[in-house]
C-alpha cells in the first residue's frame, strides 16, 4: 500500500512556514524590498495550503483544545492571506501571524489533551446527534473567527491611536490601517460574532445537553468562559451604540472577549467524550 | 555634442529677475520661432516658477550660443537690459548640460528637492519646442531620456517621498484616521494663508463640502467664495464643528477660540463619536491643546507640521546620493549612445576610405606579380595587406571612441576627418 505524501504534512510543516513567512514580513520593514514582502507571502500561502491539507486528511476534533484551536488558526491564516494581498503597503502580517503562530504553537501544547472524535465520515457527522454536534461546532468557530478579527483590529486601532496621541511622524512608522476602517471592521465583526456565538450556545444548551449528563459540568470553565464571553456581547453592544464611550476602551473590551475565547476554546469540553 | 544649457534659476537670480525673464504662450512660441534661425541651432525654451532656461543644440560644427548672446535675446524678448541678465545666467555645455537636464527632470535642481512637479513642465517645454518644429536629432533624443531618468529617480529612490511643506503635511495626519473622504467635512475657522496652502491640499482629497466660518462676515465670504465653501455664521461655529470632520483654524484670536469646555458641553455630545481631526495652524493657538487624545479627537499645532516636513526633506536629502548616481549613469549612457550614433558613419566612411586605398593598392601589386605566385601566396599577401590595415586603424578608431566616452570626441572627428579626407 502506497502513503500519499500529503499525508506526511504535519503541524509543524505550516508552523514554520507562517513563522518564515512573519520574519521576512519583519525583515521587510528593516530592509525595504519587493522580495521580502513576495518571499513571505509565499510562505505564508505555502503555510495555508499545508495547514488546509492538513485539516483535510487530519481532521481533528472541534470539541477538544487541539481541533478547536487549529481550526481558528486557519481561519486566522485566511484573514492573514486577504489583508496581506489587500493592503500591500499596511502593516497587516506583522498582526495576524503572531497569532496564527501562537494558535497553532498553543493546540500543539493541549494535543492529547480533551476529546478525540472517531473518524465517521461525513454521513455519520450529519446523522443524528452528531449533526447538531457539527452545528454546534461550526457556528463556535465562526463566532471565535469574529472575536478573532475584532481582536486584531482593536490592537492595531490601540497601536494607531496610540501614535497618534504621542503625535508620532506618520512618515517614521510603519502605516497602519486608518482608525476609521479598523473601527468598522471591529463593528462588523462583532456585530456577526454576537448572534453565531448566541446561536451556537443555543444549539449546545438545548438541543445537544439533553443527550448528555451534565452534572457539575455546568461550572465548567469551558461553560463559564462561554457565559461570560457571551455576556461580554450585549455590554460591547451597548456601550458602542448607547453611550459616547471612546472606541479606544471598546477595543479594550474586545481584547477581554478575545481573551475569554482562547479560554473557551482550550478549556476541556464537558459533552465530548473524555471530557473532564 | 555641440549642446547648451543657458539660463538661470532660484541660486543665481533673485525672483524678481525671474519674474521679469519669464515667457509667458505668447513669448515662448515667439522664442521657438526665433532661435532656431537666429542660433541656427535645436531649441527648447524651458520656463517654471524656479528657472528661465533655453537649451541649445547642433549637431555639427561651433557652440550654438554662450551666455552673452543668450543674454542679449532674452533682454529684446523680455525688454530688460542686457547687462542686467547676463551675470545671473549659467552656461552648460555638452555632457554637463546633459547631466544640468536630467538632474532638473528629476527634480534634483529644484529649491524643494524630488518635487515631482518639474517633470512635467519639462515634459511640456519639449513637446511645445516639438510643435513649434525646433528640436532636431539631439533634444529628440535628449529631453526623452531625461524624463526616462526622472522616472527611473522616482522608481528607485524615495528622493520624492513624503510631504516637505508645512501645509501638505497635513494630509500625512489624516490618513491614519481616515479611510474615505468623499463623505466628509472640512471646517476652515479664520482666513489666514496656512489655512488656504493647507485646503489646497486636502481639497485634492475630496472632501464632500467646505465650511467656513469667521468672525468678519465680509472676510468670512470672501474665503467662502475663494474656496469654493459654504458660510456659517461666526455664531453657529459650534454646529459647524459638530458636523466637521476635518478643521483648518488660522483665526488671528489672542485667546483659545474653542476651549476644552465649550467643546465638551457644546461640540462633543452632538458629534456620534465621530473622529475629529483639528489642524490648529494659528498662533496663539485656537483649539485647547487637552482636547487631544488620538481617538475620538486629533488636534496637531504648525510645530507638529513642521516637524513631519523637516523629517520629510531630511529624507529626501538622504536619498539624494542615490539619485545622484543613477544621473550620473543615464548621463554617460546617452552620452556613449549619441557618441557612437554620430561616430558610426565616420567609423564606417574611415573604413570604406582605406578599404578602396587597399584594394587599389593591391590590385596594382597583383598585377604586376600576375603568374608569379601560386593561388595561396596570393592569400597571403592578401591577407596581409587586410591586417596591416586593421593594425593602422585600430588605434584612431578606440582613440575616438574614448575621446567620445569622455565627451570630447570632436577634435580628435575633425583631425581624423582632415587626416583621411572624410566629410563626416
Known sequence: MTVSPLQGITTACFGLSYLCAFLLELARYTRPGAVWRWAGVGFGAAGLAAHTLYLALHPPAP??????????????????????????????????????????????????????????????????????????????????????????????????????????????????????????????????????????????????????????NWLSLKVVSSAGLWLVFPVLTYLRYATGVPPRRLALLTVAAFALTLVALAAAHPFAGGGQ | MNLRAIGCNAASAAVGLRERLAFDPAKRARALAEVPGRFAAEAVVLDTCNRVELYLARADGDAPAHAPAVAEFLAEVHGVPAADVFPHLYEHADADAVRHVFRVAAGLDSVVVGETQVGGQVKEAFEAAQTAGATGPLLNALFPAALRTAKRVRAETRVGDGHVSVSSAAVDFLRPVFDTFSDKTVLVIGAGEMGRLALNHIRELGPARVLVANRSPERGAAAAAEYGGQLVPWDQLDDALARADIVLSTTGAAEPVVSERRFAEKVRPRRGGRALVVFDLAVPRDFAPELHDGDRVSVFNVDDLTRVADRAAAERRRHVPAAEAIVGAEVGRFVLDWNRRKDGPLIGQLTAEVDRVREAVLGQLLGKLKGKLAAGELEQVEGAFRLFQNKLLHGPIAALQEASRSGHGGTLREALMKLFGLKG
Open chain 1, 63 to 216: 470539541a477538544a483544545a487541539y481541533g478547536a484551536l487549529l481550526l481558528l488558526a486557519w481561519v486566522l491564516a485566511l484573514v492573514y492571506l486577504y489583508g496581506t494581498v489587500h493592503y500591500a503597503d499596511r502593516a497587516w502580517a506583522v498582526f495576524v501571524l503572531p497569532v496564527v503562530i501562537a494558535l497553532v504553537g498553543l493546540s500543539l501544547a493541549l494535543a492529547g489533551t480533551g476529546a478525540t472524535d472517531p473518524d465517521l465520515g461525513l454521513p455519520g457527522w450529519l446523522s443524528g446527534d452528531r449533526f447538531w454536534g457539527v452545528v454546534h461546532g461550526t457556528l463556535i468557530l465562526l463566532a471565535a473567527g469574529g472575536v478573532s478579527v475584532g481582536f486584531l483590529t482593536s490592537v492595531m486601532y490601540l497601536v494607531q491611536a496610540r501614535r497618534l496621541r504621542a503625535k508620532v511622524n506618520p512618515g517614521a512608522v510603519v502605516p497602519l490601517l486608518s482608525l476609521e476602517r479598523l473601527e468598522a471592521w471591529n463593528r462588523t465583526a462583532v456585530n456577526l460574532a454576537f448572534p453565531l456565538l448566541t446561536a451556537g450556545l443555543l444549539v449546545g444548551t438545548f438541543l445537544l445537553r439533553p443527550a448528555h449528563d451534565l452534572g457539575d
